[in-house]
Structure formats: structure tokens, C-alpha cells
Nanobody
């Protein structure tokens, strides 16, 4: 069974940066459009960035210009570079496929906590 493992979160001051990584066992990650999602307490999970197999990206308006998603298909890894972090970016961050069917089949990893606070 494919597992998604997110890492790189932590506590950072407003204006700081973090780089998240998502590694997958097996090769499914390299064959799928992937996304980074986040869920803050009391909120629904939201999609913040996507990347196609070919590297085309999209971003939620709330993170546009501050976050950058990338992928290394050879390493079955997806990254999220986060800059100019704000307290409202505080959430648990997850990666998963963009396709609903594939995403449901993969399930969710444990996520990585990002806390932006002074």
C-alpha cells in the first residue's frame, strides 16, 4: 500500500520560511498531479497548491506569490516552499493526489504541523 509521508513543518515567526516535503512509497506520486492541502483547527481541509506531472502549477489566492510547489519525480517527492509566512498559514499540511478517485484510494498521511507565531 502506498504511503504518503509529509515532513518539514515546525514553529516559525511571521515572515519566515519553511520547506515541506512529501515522499511516497512506490511510484504513484510521479504519475499523478499532486497537491498540497492544509487544515486549520475548526476549518475544512483546503487545497493550496497543485502541480501536474509536467510541472504546471496553480495556487490558492491566499498563498499566491508566497508559496511554490515543485516535484522530483525521480525521488517520488513533492515539495512546498513557503515564504513570508503569516499566522493564518498555521495548519496541518498534507500532500495528496489532485484526482478525487486516486486521492480517496491513497488516503491521507499524518501531515506536518506548521505554526506561525511570534
Amino acid at each position: 500500500q502506498v504511503q504518503l509521508v509529509e515532513s518539514g513543518g515546525g514553529l516559525v515567526q511571521p515572515g519566515g520560511s519553511l520547506r515541506l516535503s512529501c515522499a511516497a512509497s512506490g511510484s504513484i506520486l510521479s504519475s499523478q498531479a499532486m497537491g498540497w492541502y492544509r487544515q486549520a483547527p475548526g476549518n475544512e481541509r483546503e487545497l493550496v497548491a497543485t502541480i501536474t506531472r509536467g510541472g504546471s502549477t496553480t495556487y490558492a489566492d491566499s498563498v499566491k506569490g508566497r508559496f511554490a510547489i515543485s516535484r522530483d519525480n525521480a525521488k517520488n517527492t513533492v515539495y512546498l516552499q513557503m515564504s513570508s509566512l503569516k499566522p493564518e498559514d498555521t495548519a496541518v499540511y498534507y500532500c495528496n493526489a489532485v484526482n478525487d478517485y486516486v486521492r480517496d484510494g491513497l488516503g491521507w498521511g499524518q501531515g506536518t504541523q506548521v505554526t506561525v507565531s511570534s
